[in-house]
């Protein structure tokens, strides 16, 4: 999914899911074995390379890592197959292949887990539905699925609490804004949102919303850039991006690039690239995109490139990871960078694959 993966449930609202993602991350199927760059920001994006270390990460079965994360792969696919979209080698991975891993990770219930046998959860089965519309396949859903879309429909939809209209993410409880968003996400591209009470979900999150114009991980709890792009995407798809405070909530977003060009979460942290993406995404629904020194950013993402092997690390000389490498080029996306297939800035998806799913 575009969210970051529940690794374990329950965490306060003073714990950084980001920071908790990115160890992770450091050893797993996603990463490696290259690293970024020196900072140096003189760079070409070098996309041959990137689509060579994509396709690559599914050849590495033979090494731990690679077994350490199955509980990442649903993710990993599409994290994978949205960059190699963005990059223009939609081909890079097998369609059939593709299918056929995705409906191998599916439950009677409808929902989807990580891997086959895993057990299903709200973000891996809107990362499901994300592979499935960026390569036209949700008709499969029908032929081959386990009672077809609605049955995917139905399993997110009985995930919402009918008091708070918040989302859980699996059957034991963790409530999230990034579960809400997954919903709507996955429910609006299937043509399903009507299944889900849209407006107890949308009091829900401006019931999030802080001072500062952004927002939390529930009410009270501190604005952060990832759950802020969760909100307003959310949002945007009820068609309710004016109930947001736009002038506050980009200025606050515009205030996190660092001297180095990147941005970072929140503030007192440090620059990471992911934050291209959730940052940048949200300025993007703002119409604020002109509030970010692109050249600079561009710079920075570029930067964290490995030359030799491909792919993107959250900042130079870190390991790449495919986690950052999407979320990188989806910002140079945003940033309209030579070559880069136009992203949709709500669903961190081709926005071709958006634009037909939703007939727009």
């Known amino acids: ?14 714990f950084d899911p980001f920071l908790h993602y990115h160890l992770l991350i450091i050893m797993s199927l996603v990463s490696g074995p290259g690293r970024g760059g020196t900072g140096s920001q003189g760079q070409e994006l070098f996309v041959e390379k990137h689509v060579d270390y994509i396709k690559s990460l599914d050849k590495r079965k033979d090494e731990y890592e690679y077994w350490l994360t199955e509980h990442l792969r649903l993710n990993g696919v599409y994290w994978g197959l949205t960059a190699l979209h963005l990059l223009g080698h939609p081909e890079a991975l097998p369609r059939d292949d593709t299918i056929d891993f995705v409906l191998s990770c599916q439950h009677e219930n409808g929902g989807f887990g990580a891997a086959p046998g895993h057990d299903p959860h709200m973000l891996y089965t809107v990362s499901a539905v994300q592979v499935l519309v960026t390569i036209d396949a949700v008709g499969e859903l029908d032929k081959r699925g386990r009672g077809g879309k609605e049955k995917v429909g139905s399993y997110i939809a009985n995930l919402q609490d009918p008091v ?3 989302f859980k993410g699996d059957e ?11 919903a709507f996400n996955a429910l609006s591209l299937l043509d399903l949102l009507s299944m889900v009470d849209v407006g107890k979900a949308v009091s829900y999150v401006q019931s999030c919303a802080n001072f500062d ?8 709890a501190e604005s952060h850039a990832g759950q802020i ?17 736009t002038e506050r909530l ?21 620059e990471d690239v992911c934050y291209s993406w959730w940052v940048m995404s949200s300025l993007a629904m703002l119409g604020k995109l ?5 050249d600079k950013l561009i710079g920075f993402i570029l930067s964290c490139q490995d030359p ?9 000389e870190d390991m790449v990871d495919v986690f950052h490498t999407v979320f990188g080029i989806a910002g140079l996306s945003l940033l309209k960078y030579p070559g880069i297939r136009e992203v949709d800035p709500i669903y961190c998806m081709p926005k071709e694959a958006t634009s037909r799913a939703l007939k727009r």
């Not at 002109?290 to 692109?294: E, F, G, Q």
């Open 1 to 14: 999914m575009v969210l970051w993966p529940s690794t374990f449930r329950n965490f306060s609202a003073n």
């Open 164 to 166: 708070t209209g918040t």
């Open 172 to 182: 034991w409880g963790e409530t999230d804004t990034r579960f809400l968003y997954g």
């Open 213 to 220: 114009g952004g927002y939390g991980v529930r009410p009270g």
């Open 229 to 245: 792009f969760v909100c307003v995407g959310a949002l945007a798809i009820a068609g309710q991006l004016d109930l947001v405070d």
């Open 250 to 270: 980009a200025a606050w977003l515009s205030e996190r690039q660092l001297d180095n060009g990147g941005l970072n979460g929140r503030p007192g942290k440090k």
């Open 290 to 294: 002109h509030w970010i020194d692109r």
């Open 308 to 316: 030799q092997l491909g792919g993107i690390a959250d900042r130079p």
